[in-house]
């Protein structure tokens, strides 16, 4: 066995102080680039997602003929059920005051009668009726749209 390399072997030797984090090394700041980034397009996704229910509640509104003052009446309620199928579940199943109530509950303006009275009689009055006036339907068109606005 030739031993003449033992000579050039030498000690291992710590380096002076301690070694510091900084500067964080290409590959960390790839990498928290890479979190930022997915941070910001996952926000973004949530609130475009969000937007755009908001959208398509509001363009069924507005989309409603106002033809018959009634059945108008009762889409919309059925837009707003819809809505608390998914934001409010306990609220899907109330009807009445109490539906009236909650509505109200949830908006900075408060549905009054006569367009009050639409929303909660719509369901079961005749669609001939000549109760309540377009106006009455136009109150409550805005109301749909202002608590579809504060609530989605």
């Known amino acids: ?5 033992l000579p050039e072997l030498r000690d291992i030797h710590l380096p002076d102080g301690d070694i510091s984090w900084f ?4 590959g960390w700041w790839v990498i928290l680039g890479g979190l930022a980034v997915l941070f910001i397009i996952t926000e973004l996704f949530i609130y475009l997602r969000r937007k755009s229910k908001k959208r ?4 069924l509104l507005q989309d409603i003929p106002s033809a018959n003052i009634v ?38 303006k408060a549905l009054e009668t006569p367009a009050a009275g639409l929303l ?23 109301f749909c749209a202002e608590w579809i606005g504060e609530n989605l």
């Open 1 to 5: 066995m030739n031993n003449d390399n």
């Open 23 to 26: 500067p964080i090394a290409y």
């Open 56 to 59: 398509y509640a509001l363009r």
């Open 71 to 108: 059945n108008a009446a009762g889409q919309m309620s059925e837009i707003l059920r819809r809505i608390c199928v998914f934001k409010y579940p306990q609220a899907a199943a109330m009807f009445g005051k109490e539906w009236l109530d909650f509505l109200n509950r949830h908006s900075k």
């Open 120 to 142: 909660l009689n719509a369901p079961y009055i005749s669609s001939e009726t000549q109760t309540y006036t377009t106006q009455d339907l136009q109150i409550l068109r805005s």
